[in-house]
């Protein structure tokens, strides 16, 4: 009896031993591909860092706005009032496709006059009368 229970044990030991090589195998080859998929993601993070578009798609009103360099409250303005980049709403929150902000930021420059934003503020200011 004895040695039937030793030889039961042998063959668990053994096939505790196959099943942990097998494990062993799994975590070498998630490891090479999560090692690789690293490298992906470094060069897509250049890449985008290169070409100024953000890996994230979407960002909230305030990362939007930053982007712009404008106030949230001047967004949300523009929303009220129909103007500005398109946006979705989640629940109650806008949020902002990166790729319709960077192209409505590119439409608003081309657009945007070359000469002053104010009428008369390339004008010297009116003087007054008996000042020097």
Same mark, same amino acid.
């Given at each position: 009896?004895? =040695?039937? &229970?030793?030889?039961?044990?042998?063959?668990?030991?053994?096939?505790? /031993?196959?099943?942990?090589? $097998? #494990?062993? +195998? @799994?975590?070498?080859?998630?490891?090479?591909?999560?090692?690789?998929?690293?490298?992906?993601?470094?060069?897509?993070?250049? =890449?985008? &860092?290169?070409?100024?578009?953000?890996?994230?798609?979407?960002?909230? /009103?305030?990362?939007?706005? $930053? #982007?712009? +360099? @404008?106030?949230?409250?001047?967004?949300?303005?523009?929303?009220?009032?129909?103007?500005?980049?398109?946006?979705?709403?989640?629940?109650?929150?806008?949020?902002?496709?990166?790729?319709?902000?960077?192209?409505? /930021?590119?439409?608003?420059?081309?657009?945007?006059?070359?000469?002053?934003?104010?009428?008369?503020?390339?004008?010297?200011?009116?003087?007054?009368?008996?000042?020097?």
């Amino acid at each position: 009896m004895a =040695q039937s &229970a030793r030889d039961r044990t042998e063959r668990e030991a053994a096939d505790l /031993r196959r099943r942990l090589d $097998a #494990v062993e +195998g @799994q975590v070498a080859r998630l490891t090479r591909r999560v090692e690789s998929m690293g490298g992906e993601l470094r060069a897509a993070l250049r =890449q985008a &860092a290169a070409a100024e578009v953000s890996p994230v798609e979407v960002v909230k /009103r305030a990362e939007a706005a $930053a #982007v712009l +360099g @404008q106030q949230p409250s001047t967004l949300a303005a523009w929303a009220r009032d129909g103007r500005g980049p398109a946006y979705h709403l989640r629940g109650n929150r806008a949020w902002y496709r990166v790729a319709d902000l960077l192209a409505w /930021r590119e439409a608003a420059e081309k657009d945007a006059p070359a000469g002053p934003r104010r009428p008369g503020a390339d004008e010297a200011p009116p003087r007054l009368p008996g000042v020097s």
